[in-house]
């Protein structure tokens, strides 16, 4: 079972990256997804899921109205679109996955296995 997090990089406030997150070894639709990302300095937080079973989607408030999470079942891969970037969406990114399916609360306790991080920096 393997993750792999990319589409990281340096953006100017206001812009747009899409990160993925692309599974082997397992069929990413059987499992709840979610987005962490971690500040230097500051504690991971949750920011986005998508449930397994129903698609129920949670974003956390910082977030909401900017990114959207999404799967593409056929490329077994997950998304997470990021519009309007800040500054403070500045750190590194991580996926990982729930075999409850569910997804929430997005607490990293809940996530069994996690990819190695993208970096995502938000400067002008």
């Known amino acids: 079972v393997q993750l792999q997090a990319s589409g990281g990089g340096l953006v100017q406030p206001g812009g747009s990256l899409r990160l993925s997150c692309a599974a082997s070894g397992f069929v990413l639709s059987d499992y709840a997804i979610g987005w962490f990302r971690q500040a230097p300095g500051k504690k991971r937080e949750g920011v986005s899921s998508?449930?397994?079973?129903?698609?129920?989607?949670y974003y956390a408030d910082s977030v909401s109205g900017r990114f959207t999470i999404s799967r593409d079942n056929a490329k077994n891969t997950v998304y997470l679109q990021m519009n309007s970037l800040k500054p403070e969406d500045t750190a590194v990114y991580y996926c990982?996955?729930?075999?409850?399916?569910?997804?929430?609360?997005?607490?990293?306790?809940?996530?069994?296995?996690w990819g190695q991080g993208t970096l995502v920096t938000v400067s002008s």
């Open positions: 998508i449930s397994s079973h129903d698609g129920g989607i």
């Open positions: 990982a996955s729930d075999s409850t399916g569910w997804g929430t609360p997005v607490i990293s306790s809940r996530y069994e296995h």
